[in-house]
């Protein structure tokens, strides 16, 4: 049994989500990224068409119609920038207090509000009003989050690139664009603030900053890492000035193991460089891996202690899908192929481990949930939800399977102390999986994207016998057996 209160729900994206009926946002770097000729030709994106999708904008009321019958009592929701800012920002100057190139404040006033309010789209503030209204009607929990990947095209136009290895996932942050971000977060929690129950600022920020990175170099990661510590830092004081609800940061996880477990000094270092680094900065103040790295120099410069950058977490969101399994090479480690994360040349059936494998090429690894939770609570003991947990499997073959083994393993980290309340499956609907367009089906509900009507798969069903039992019912332990 999960505990009382505990909440069962969904997430979503705005960009993967809510286009097709009506609305079209051609304002974003990912619209322009996803249509881009030269893109299709190259295979770098599917050619599909972010519009035609499952059309959330306009069906909310529906999927959450289905979330309810489902047994549904949360969501995650993501507002996109460009829909409430389709034109810049800039013009609305703030005061910025720097020290070595550290934002240290950004300082926001009501005066900052009301210039943004006569740059705001109030249509698209009023649509997601209505959808959040809807939500709370329902008496859910809700989560509300700031940015997952798509940037306004007025941040990131991905015609002006400087590096052709740069890709659409959201152009790094950097200084001015971490200015415009707070001015949005901030704009958005004194409108939202009390009706969300928690806040995220970012979805994933280690995917940005692990792909457009300039290259693979630690040093360089950790420059661009740094700006999304000082994003989210800057983000939570501004917006707790208009709100009194919890904020966090969503991060992506892989359960990292060395090769066979032979080399458990290399698990840790991989851990701390893809997981604590970004936590002990925003949760302690440490930033040790980035005072010589941004400093371009071996001998530690500045402090390593930041003040202003600690105790900036209330909560953690927990996506997790698989396990990475790392091994050492000449400058570095590497991802071993056919395992974890890495199987996408592997056939579709099985891993290297013989478990089976997504439609994404992800094998499938139970266990992994569990660990992630427990390091988190071991180390910082914060609140957590898994904001995302679910698989690409359009036959529904495993995901029936993979949900069970998933909520047991959840289920014993939380028997273990973890403190985690609630657990929102990506995804409730079928939806726009990025490069890879429609071909990917993560949803519990299939959607048809011609007519756009919505098909149970077995798994919503068996998601409504877990929400209805709290746990995992009787009937259905047998398939948490780990038969991968
Ligand atoms: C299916 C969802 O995936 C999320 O993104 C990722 C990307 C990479 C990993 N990984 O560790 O290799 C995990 C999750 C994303 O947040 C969401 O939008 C979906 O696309």
Redesign the pocket.
């Known amino acids: 049994m999960f505990p009382k209160n505990f909440k069962f729900g969904f997430s979503e ?1 705005g960009f ?1 989500f809510e286009m097709g009926v009506s609305d079209i946002d051609t304002n974003t770097d990912w619209y322009k990224w996803s249509h881009d000729s030269e893109n299709i030709k190259n295979h770098i994106v599917s050619g599909d068409r972010p519009e035609e999708g499952v059309g959330y904008w306009d069906l909310y009321p529906k999927d959450h119609d289905l979330a309810e019958y489902i047994g549904m009592n949360a969501a995650r929701i993501g507002i996109e920038w460009s829909r409430i800012f389709p034109v810049s920002t800039e013009r609305v100057k703030v005061e910025v207090i720097e020290e070595n190139g550290d934002i240290l404040e950004i300082k926001i006033t009501e005066k900052t509000i009301k210039e943004l309010d006569l740059l705001s789209d109030k249509n698209a503030m009023q649509h997601y009003t209505n959808i959040f209204n809807d939500i709370k009607k329902r008496g859910w929990f809700l989560v509300i989050n700031l940015f ?2 798509s940037l306004p095209l007025w941040i990131n136009d991905p015609n002006n690139r400087n590096s052709e290895k740069d890709n659409a996932l959201g152009n790094c942050m950097n200084r001015s664009s971490v200015i415009e971000f707070v001015k949005y977060a901030a704009y958005i929690s004194y409108y939202f603030g009390s009706l969300a129950d928690r806040f995220a600022t970012m ?2 920020p280690n ?1 940005v900053f692990k792909t457009c990175s300039e290259d693979k170099r630690v040093e360089s990661y950790h420059i661009r890492m740094k700006w999304f510590v000082e994003a989210h830092a800057r983000s939570y004081d501004a917006m707790k000035q208009f709100t009194n609800r919890q904020i966090g940061v ?1 991060y ?3 359960d990292v193991q060395s090769f066979e477990n032979k080399d458990p000094k290399l698990k840790e270092e991989v851990e701390y460089e893809q997981r604590y680094s970004f936590f002990d900065a925003l949760i302690h103040g440490d930033v040790h891996w980035y005072v010589s790295a941004c400093r371009k120099t071996n001998h530690v410069h500045g402090k390593s202690i930041r003040p202003d950058l600690s105790n900036r977490i209330d909560w953690i969101g927990v ?1 997790y ?2 396990r ?1 399994v790392v091994k050492r090479k000449e400058d570095g480690y590497e991802n071993v192929r056919g395992l974890g ?1 890495d199987t996408g040349w592997v056939s579709y059936e099985k891993s290297l481990d013989g478990r089976s494998v997504s439609e ?1 090429g ?1 094998e499938i690894y139970p266990e992994g949930i569990y660990n992630i939770v427990m390091s988190y609570h071991k180390r910082y003991e914060l609140p957590m939800m898994i904001t ?1 947990n ?1 698989m ?1 499997d359009d036959n529904d073959r495993f995901r029936p399977r993979y949900l069970v083994s998933h909520l047991k393993n959840l289920e014993r980290a939380i028997n273990d102390g973890a403190k985690v309340d609630g657990y929102l499956h ?2 409730l609907t079928d939806n726009f ?2 490069g890879s367009g429609f071909s ?1 089906k ?1 949803g519990l509900i299939k959607v048809d994207y011609k007519t756009k009507k919505r098909y149970l798969r077995p798994s919503a069903l068996i998601m409504k016998e877990i929400t209805k039992h709290n746990g995992i019912p009787e009937e259905l332990e047998w398939l948490g057996e780990d038969k991968f």
């Open positions: 994206a993967q997952h990947w979805n994933e995917e969503i992506a996880n892989g996506n899908y698989s990475n994360y994404t992800w995302e679910g690409a990506w995804a999986e990025w990917k993560f």
